[in-house]
């Protein structure tokens, strides 16, 4: 079993809709919970970084944790075609112990929103 | 502000050969991380480097290795390349070694192995 479990997709939706992007974990130890955003033929984009259960909001986008479910979720509000490309969730715990930082990525769900 | 810049963006190579891929980091940021990242993958974690020594390490073989520099720039190294070291290879750099800290990625290099 995978440590982050993340639905490839591709998830399709019209202009306008509510997206929710979700990815479950079964680390107990993971803290700090991101969500990245990759364009074809880029690296990953930091969108949002949180590390404590409950909601943070930063304009369309809305980083949800639950740590009792190992869950997590990303809401994008009046999705845009330009919103359009793989959303990967990464998180990470203390690891080591010289502290070095490793995150652990979901596969990414491509997300595709249509004019 | 100069982000995380990497050289070459692309890269075909034959098996058993070696490569160097090579990251400047983010201005201020003092440690760098390497991912390989297969089609259709998320990225797994190589190893990260903090005052010019590997500081931790991922699920990779030895001839995975790497260097930083004074300059908090680094290369990855790969021996012996092999057909399933084809990926997407992402460098990217942090202002600290902490567990939050946030990770900015560079464009990756994309290397091929035939």
């Known amino acids: 079993q995978k440590e982050v479990e993340q639905d490839p997709g591709p998830l399709s939706v019209p202009e306008g809709a509510i997206v929710s992007l979700n990815c479950t974990y079964s680390n107990s130890a993971f803290q700090y919970f991101m969500w990245y955003r990759q364009y074809s033929r880029k690296g990953p984009e930091l969108l949002m970084y949180t590390y404590s259960s409950g909601n943070k909001e930063d304009g369309r986008f809305t980083a949800q944790v639950d740590k009792s479910s190992k869950y997590i979720s990303l809401f994008i509000r009046d999705s845009q075609p330009s919103d359009s490309a793989t959303y990967l969730c990464a998180m990470s715990a203390r690891a080591g112990t010289t502290g070095f930082q490793k995150l652990v990525f979901g596969t990414g769900t491509r997300l595709l929103v249509s004019p | 502000e100069t982000g995380v810049t990497q050289s070459p963006t692309h890269l075909i190579k034959t098996r058993g050969q070696q490569v160097t891929l090579r990251c400047s980091s983010q201005s201020g940021h003092n440690t760098v991380s390497w991912y390989q990242q297969a089609l259709g993958q998320g990225p797994q974690f190589i190893f990260q480097?903090?005052?010019?020594?590997?500081?931790g390490r991922g699920n990779f073989p030895p001839r995975f290795s790497g260097l930083q520099f004074p300059n908090y720039s680094s290369e990855l190294n790969v021996n012996a390349l092999e057909l399933d070291d084809s990926a997407l290879y992402l460098c990217?750099?942090?202002?600290?070694?902490?567990?939050?800290?946030?990770?900015?990625f560079g464009n990756g290099t994309r290397l091929t192995v035939t």
């Open positions: 480097y903090y005052r010019e020594e590997e500081n």
């Open positions: 990217a750099s942090s202002p600290s070694t902490a567990y939050n800290s946030p990770l900015h």
